[in-house]
């Protein structure tokens, strides 16, 4: 099974780094046109069996952004550049990611990798997740694709993406490790797809939408 999900990890990400070339070109025109600063971000995550490595993405905010601000990012945040706005809301900026699941870093579907902060958080039963190879996209991912909303909501953004959001994440990742499947990735995918065209606000969050 794992030498099964790595062929399909492969082929799906050499596949789309082929077919999406052409919207990577743009976007990349785009961002420099909208500040000249760099074209994307990179920054270091917890992967497999707690092993950094550093997450491809386009850069959403302004240059610096993280000693501006934290590392969470609510709906609205100042630091993001206007073709970031974009970027977020589509998840366009995720699809670099697809280098990352070439190089055997990442999975089309696992976990999304935390970063070193956070990752020190977990408790013992929660550094379990560590064990699964972190992807582009999760069930977590498709329960809190407005992320970024409920925590410009929250009167206290780190306390609650600390004590509500991230333990559920975990929780809701480690159960369906326990039953996940090639069919059932491709079903995840699906559904984070389907998803990001579901309009209005919901009682969850953004998939992904919240970070850096």
């Given at each position: ?152 909501r929250s009167a206290d953004p ?12 975990i929780a809701l990742n480690l ?38």
């Open positions: 099974m794992k030498m099964s999900k790595r062929l399909f990890d492969l082929a799906a990400a050499a596949g789309g780094l082929l077919l999406l070339a052409p919207l990577f070109a743009l976007v990349a025109l785009l961002i420099k046109l909208d500040d000249g600063g760099p074209v994307f971000f990179r920054q270091e995550r917890i992967g497999y069996r707690g092993r950094p490595f550093r997450i491809w993405k386009f850069r959403t905010m302004v240059p610096g952004a993280e000693e501006i601000g934290g590392q969470l990012t609510p709906a609205g945040d100042r630091r993001i550049t206007r073709i970031g706005r974009f970027l977020r809301r589509t998840k366009i900026d995720e699809l670099p990611q697809l280098i990352n699941v070439f190089w055997g870093e990442m999975s089309m579907v696992g976990p999304r990798p935390e970063v070193a902060r956070y990752v020190a958080l977990y408790s013992g039963a929660q550094r379990r997740v560590l064990e699964l190879v972190p992807g582009i996209t999760d069930p977590a991912s498709v329960k809190y694709r407005r992320e970024s909303e409920l925590l410009a780190e306390k609650q993406y600390r004590e509500a959001i991230m333990p559920d994440k159960e369906y490790a326990a039953r996940a499947g090639l069919l059932g990735d491709i079903g995840v995918i699906l559904g984070t797809l389907f998803s990001l065209g579901r309009p209005g606000r919901e009682k969850g969050s953004d998939n992904r939408g919240a970070r850096l």
